[in-house]
């Protein structure tokens, strides 16, 4: 029975209706034959049925405090919501004024019994059954509508889903002008929903016509393509609207002018776009909308059957709905017939102007087009081809050379009728390897990695045969991609590094530029993935040294061969194994600086030295074996001198790399889209070499360093020392006529005491060079000397061609003697003779021909020399020698000792002697150096 509060909480509800003296309008009381009689229901009766009907409904509210509805999320309110329909589905409330509706205000589509209010509720369901059994439509509040469209979505009121759709249908029809008609676009939705996921065997399209719902699904009946050509279908999404200018109003030929040129330019530009690996139509028309994981009744209360058992539904051919992974999928092939397209619009503005221009003369308006591109383009800012395409100089001329060719038309032009510029490049596109680049960027594939990764090995594989023989022009490479993968480039630029690639493989390559980095970059890729070469190592190694100039590339290129050395199925050979059998120790120093039997040990000191070696004076080609296999012997006993002082050479050459716990990780390709091998599952830890070892974790996919060294920041002092000490004592043992100082100092003033400790008194000692000395000597007098002393110099001796065959020589003439003349050229001869005896009294003792300022004998005086060593220098050197000559040895020690050596090498040249030394210019050849200065 209902307690007083109920009775005064319902009366609260009920302000509206006087207790007093109420009356209800009159009802006639139905039996078997009809109408009997009026009844008079006094207002008591009117409270005994709403008591009972509030009740129901609070019982009805107690069914969702089960624990079988805790749930919260979306499947658990929709059990919660189908329990309550179930339990007032046969509800038909009694007592309440028809005439009278709540105001209840909008709570949105995902509305539920829970969002009502007692009262509310009592006049829904009373609107319910008047809608069941009069369809009796006044203003009726918008939940109303959405409550009884949840409850047939999940199947009350109707035996069969055929039915329920009958239901829907006829309600779409009675709702039409209710305000529940602006949500169609919902409820087209739900409809295609309810039919996927109940599995109705009855075809979309049949049911649209059989309900007559048309209004609702206009493309899944009839075909844009059945009514009108497919060009006609594109131009009726154009946002350029050109049948209503002035132009063409009421000139039916103009406007087919039109749709012919547009005909033309339409697949002449398809042919453009293609060869920037596009599809023109996708993105003239509204693109495919791919809906992954697709939640059929997304936040409706609605129950999804599970006794489906399809897992492909094709709502119409140009619609497919597929069932992947728990989820629905849904793909729209077909461009709705509403929806504008900014791109038409485009060319259609495009072709009006260019038809006036050519009809009237006027010039065309270019700027009118920008609202059109700007939106065209926006909507396309991830397709580069497409939007390089629009700025490409052939497309204009496309759009001028259609218009022009729809004009002097006679009859309707065939579908495959393409301007020269676009038949012209069809042309080109037809012959290799523009051809096998235009099928290969045409491959299509996922957005996941391993699909983009897949997509690259059969792009790779299908341009692996491709080669060109083309002269590249550095200047104007269009290769700019920072992730290296085909679909990243144009067709230009694809077809650039192809010839490039084709150049490199066959040893025509003229060097590496700069340029070129995206090419390497792309090429190392492929050969990670095994798509070109068969040895990869070796071709990432002579990758490496070609690259050799780029700093980026030569720091990248290293762990991009420990990267590959680790995922090698078979390692026959050790990492340092590989290193030295393609010559590539030198890139990896901090494996090699203690290794005496690198095949490459002066090339990694040299490199890390702070004194290049390599650079000297004394330094020739023919000693390169000869100073390393010296350099092997100084090395063994430079470490056995740290030895004897408790100290290893080996931590004052390198230091661990400070790693930070777990994030040093090995991925120098990271986000690149690379196949590498597969390794077995025992393959955990790779050891590079005694210094350098990797774990790997995590499926394989990285490689954690562990201890990896680097190069000490005071390594190059102790190389340099080493090097500078070793070629002081060659040259002291070979008698070389350079002179070298044995000063170090500059080199050890670099190292800070704090952070080296004892370094610098080890570099200092006197033992420590007299090590080396005796390293040195003990080399010379084992192997002797004869692979370090300077070649002697040869002159290149003239040689006289002999002609082929003897030259016809003239008749022998006799001599004549005019003896009348013996008096005159006997006093003549007097004469010099006495002039050749004053000439050679009076001149200096010493050379009778002149010499050059080293004594060998030259064409040229010392001063013309110093003036042909001058040019030779560079403007640094010029003036450091210029301040040498007035401040003397105050100037020499503003420049290093290989500074001067430089000098000296060429002073050799051109003057045939040193030039400088700690003291200054030697004075034989100062005066000469300061003339040559004043002439120039």
């Known amino acids: 029975m209902p307690t007083p509060q109920d009775i005064i909480s319902w009366l609260r509800d009920q302000f509206q209706f006087a207790l007093a003296d109420y009356v209800l309008p009159a009802e006639n009381e139905m039996n078997e034959e009809g109408p009997s009689r009026t009844v008079i229901r006094p207002a008591a009766a009117l409270i005994s049925d709403n008591l009972q009907g509030l009740e129901r409904i609070r019982a009805m509210r107690r069914l969702q405090a089960g624990a079988q509805f805790k749930s919260v999320s979306g499947s658990g309110r929709a059990e919660r919501f189908c329990t309550q329909i179930d339990y007032m589905k046969n509800y038909c409330p009694k007592g309440l004024d028809p005439r009278f509706r709540p105001s209840i205000p ?81 409820f087209c939705v739900w409809l295609k929903d309810f039919y996927i996921t109940h599995d109705i065997p009855v075809p979309f399209a049949e049911l649209v016509q059989q309900h007559h719902l048309e209004d609702l699904f206009p493309n899944e009946i009839r075909r844009p393509e059945e009514e009108l050509g497919y060009e006609q279908k594109m131009l009726a999404a154009s946002d350029y609207d050109y049948k209503r200018k002035s132009y063409y109003t009421g000139r039916a030929d103009r406007i087919l002018t039109l749709e012919w040129a547009f005909r033309i330019a339409l697949g002449s530009l398809r042919v453009l776009v293609k060869s920037y690996g596009e599809e023109l139509d996708q993105h003239l028309i509204k693109p495919p909308g791919v809906f992954y994981f697709y939640r059929p009744f997304y936040e409706v209360p609605v129950i999804l059957p599970l006794e489906n058992t399809r897992t492909q539904v094709y709502i119409t051919q140009d619609e497919i709905y597929r069932f992947r992974a728990g989820q629905w999928n849904c793909t729209r092939n077909m461009m709705e017939r509403d929806s504008s397209s900014p791109g038409v619009g485009y060319i259609t503005y495009l072709l009006d102007q260019a038809i006036r221009e050519i009809e009237t003369g006027n010039a065309a308006k270019p700027d009118g087009a920008e609202s059109f591109l700007s939106r065209w383009t926006r909507s396309l800012a991830y397709h580069n081809g497409i939007n390089r395409a629009v700025y490409n100089p052939r497309f204009s001329a496309i759009i001028k050379e259609a218009a022009q060719m729809a004009i002097e038309a006679e009859s309707e032009p065939p579908p495959d009728c393409l301007t020269p510029t676009a038949a012209a490049l069809e042309k080109s596109l037809s012959e290799e390897p523009w051809r096998t680049i235009t099928e290969a960027r045409l491959l299509r594939g996922g957005t996941s990695r391993s699909e983009l990764t897949k997509l690259f090995l059969e792009q790779g594989r299908l341009l692996r045969r491709v080669t060109a023989d083309k002269a590249l022009n550095h200047e104007q490479i269009a290769a700019s991609v920072h992730t290296p993968c085909y679909t990243g480039m144009e067709a230009d630029g694809l077809y650039d590094y192809i010839a490039w690639r084709t150049g490199y493989e066959s040893g025509k390559s003229e060097g590496y530029q700069n340029k070129e980095m995206e090419f390497v970059r792309l090429y190392c890729a492929e050969l990670l993935s095994g798509i070109s070469g068969k040895d990869t190592f070796a071709d990432l190694c002579r990758l490496l040294v070609y690259t050799s100039r780029d700093r980026k590339l030569v720091k990248f290129f290293p762990d991009v061969l420990r990267l590959w050395y680790l995922h090698m199925p078979k390692k026959e050979k050790s990492f340092t194994e590989l290193l030295i059998a393609n010559q590539v120790c030198i890139y990896f120093p901090e494996l090699f600086l203690l290794d005496g039997s690198c095949p490459q040990l002066l090339d990694v000191y040299n490199q890390v030295s702070c004194y290049k070696i390599m650079r000297s004076a004394f330094y020739k080609p023919v000693k390169h074996d000869a100073l390393q296999a010296c350099l092997s012997e100084v090395l063994d006993a430079v470490q056995a001198y740290f030895a004897t002082k408790k100290k290893m050479l080996g931590n004052a050459l390198l230091q661990p790399k400070e790693l930070y716990g777990s994030a040093a990780t090995l991925s120098p390709i990271s986000g690149w889209f690379v196949h590498l091998p597969k390794l077995p599952k025992t393959c955990t830890h790779v050891q590079l070499s005694p210094l350098e070892s990797y774990t790997r974790k995590r499926n394989g996919t990285v490689w954690f360093i562990e201890n990896q060294p680097e190069v000490f920041p005071y390594a190059n002092v102790v190389c340099g020392c080493i090097l500078k000490r070793m070629e002081v004592a060659l040259r002291r043992r070979l008698s070389n006529d350079n002179r070298l100082s044995s000063d170090c100092a500059s080199f050890i003033s670099r190292i800070n005491p704090y952070r080296a400790g004892s370094l610098e008194n080890l570099l200092q000692k006197p033992a420590f060079g007299e090590t080396i000395d005796a390293a040195v000597d003990a080399y010379l007098d084992k192997h002797g000397a004869g692979k370090l002393l300077d070649p002697p110099k040869t002159k290149k ?58 004594g060998a004998p030259t064409g040229h005086s010392a001063p013309q020399g110093a003036a042909s060593l001058r040019a030779a220098l560079t403007e640094e050197q010029i003036a450091a020698l210029d301040s040498l000559a007035e401040e003397g040895s105050a100037g020499y020690a503003r420049h290093d000792e290989l500074f001067w050596e430089e000098i000296n090498a060429l002073a050799l040249e051109y003057i045939g002697d040193t030039l400088v030394d700690s003291g200054g210019i030697y004075e034989d050849y100062l005066d000469n150096w300061i003339a040559a200065g004043q002439q120039a």
Not at 152 to 159: E, I, R, S, T
Not at 814 to 831: G, H, M, Q
């Open 797 to 854: 001796s003239k040689t006289s061609k002999k002609p082929s065959a003897e030259p016809d020589l003239p008749a022998h003439k006799p001599v004549v003697v005019d003896f009348s003349l013996l008096d005159t050229i006997r006093a003549e001869s007097e004469e010099t003779l006495g002039k050749l005896m004053l000439a050679e009294e009076g001149a200096p003792t010493g050379h009778s021909a002149p010499q050059g300022a080293g």
């Open 106 to 186: 909008d709570t949105g589509k995902s509305i539920t019994y829970a969002d009502l209010t007692d009262t509310n509720l009592e006049y829904y369901f009373r609107w319910r059954m008047d809608w069941q059994q009069h369809a009796m439509l006044y203003n009726d509040p918008l939940p109303f509508f959405f409550l009884y469209c949840f409850e047939l979505l999940n199947g009350f009121h109707a035996a069969s889903p055929t039915e329920t759709i009958q239901l829907l249908a006829d309600f779409w029809h009675k709702s039409a002008l209710m305000p529940f008609h602006k949500y169609k676009a919902d």
